[in-house]
């Protein structure tokens, strides 16, 4: 049974530092790997898809890093700023038929001024 | 274009109850799936369907059932609510994206609450 852990589970930051954000996975045989951001109370927004061949996928400030045989993935956000604050989630998509994804638990994050 | 929609937005229901919750896809978007996330915890699936048929299942008890319609929007049925239902049931739709597999995309959810 996959699980999906997320370090650390809360961070706060001040505006303008980078920082980077930690998923591991226990199982390997995943066919990609997405990170997501939530807003209190609301939806999830997709900000990267990795494919489970990929190293890294890049949008913007962000970066996400994949290493499928150590079972672990990272999100980098650089200059960061107070909009970013939010809760991050990692999920990993497995190579059923369904694709199902299995998330962690989160990361929440909040950038102060 | 209009992202994923979920209705209703809130529900507040009793012990016991029945509930249905919809979600219509992205326009153009075949696959729908769901997911409970419980206050404080990553989502969890629930069910996956592709062109009307359920093509995975996660792990919930009978009470919970689903189905797609012709027009690719989902409904999520939950029968004899227990206070552990209450959850943020969200709605996903999927693309396929080649070699990179399926991109979900979620809708805003429902808040169920159950008293």
């Known amino acids: 049974k996959q699980e999906v852990t997320q370090i650390p589970a809360a961070l706060s930051v001040p505006e303008g530092e980078n920082l980077v954000l930690n998923c591991s996975f226990t199982?390997?045989?995943?066919?990609?790997l997405q990170w997501f951001r939530q807003d209190p109370g609301k939806g999830l927004t997709s900000l990267l898809l990795i494919q489970s061949s990929q190293r890294e996928q890049t949008s913007g400030r962000l970066n996400a890093s994949l290493d499928k045989s150590s079972g672990r993935s990272t999100l980098y956000i650089a200059a960061s700023q107070p909009g970013d604050s939010a809760t991050y989630l990692c999920a990993v998509g497995d190579t059923g038929t369904a694709s199902k994804l299995t998330f962690g638990t989160g990361t929440r994050l909040q950038v102060t001024l | 274009d209009a992202g994923v929609t979920q209705s209703p937005t809130h529900l507040i229901k009793t012990r016991g109850q029945h509930v249905t919750l919809r979600c219509s896809p992205i326009?153009?978007?075949?696959?729908v799936s769901w997911y409970q996330q419980v206050l404080g915890q990553g989502p969890q699936f629930i069910f996956q369907y592709y062109e009307k048929e359920e093509r995975g299942r996660g792990n919930f008890p009978d009470r919970f059932s689903a189905r797609q319609f012709p027009n690719y929007s989902s409904e999520l049925n939950v029968n004899a609510l227990l206070l552990g239902d209450s959850a943020l049931y969200l709605c996903a739709s999927r693309l396929y994206r080649g070699l990179a597999g399926w991109e979900q995309y979620f809708g805003p959810g429902t808040r169920l609450t159950v008293t």
């Open positions: 199982d390997s045989a995943i066919y990609n």
């Open positions: 326009s153009g978007h075949k696959s």
